[in-house]
């Protein structure tokens, strides 16, 4: 079983930024593809960042890309969203999520992943 943590979300102000975490303990593995996850309320959980097991290849939803930067550290068994220029529209709760085994076409999807963390709550305020 692996356990995954999310830590680093808060309360921010438009154009701010945040660094998110997601802390793996358990039966952790340098194999394990990794991604980022959002949701808001009534509205269905949605893919911010993929990266894969040694963090070579990597994929950031359109609204997030030219903002967010994914990317982990297998030796801290850590996985990190930085979130530049944040919008209002960026709120939600962040998830952090594993997968055993991902092919490509299904990074996108949660469906996808086997690990899910209890999530961290981002805030922009206008």
């Known amino acids: 079983q692996l356990q995954l943590v999310e830590s680093g979300g808060g309360l921010v102000q438009a154009g701010g930024s945040l660094r998110l975490s997601c802390a793996a303990s358990g039966r952790t593995s340098p194999h394990y593809a990794m991604g980022w996850f959002r949701q808001v309320p009534g509205k269905e959980r949605e893919f911010v960042a993929f990266?894969?097991?040694?963090?070579?290849?990597?994929l950031l939803e359109d609204p997030v890309k030219d903002r967010f930067t994914i990317s982990r550290d297998n030796v801290k068994n850590t996985m990190y969203l930085q979130m530049n220029s944040l919008k209002p529209e960026d709120t939600a709760v962040y998830y952090c999520a594993a997968a055993q085994k991902a092919y490509r076409s299904t990074w996108r999807s949660s469906g996808a992943y086997d690990y899910w963390g209890q999530g961290t709550q981002v805030t922009v305020s206008s």
């Open positions: 990266i894969g097991a040694q963090g070579v290849n990597t």
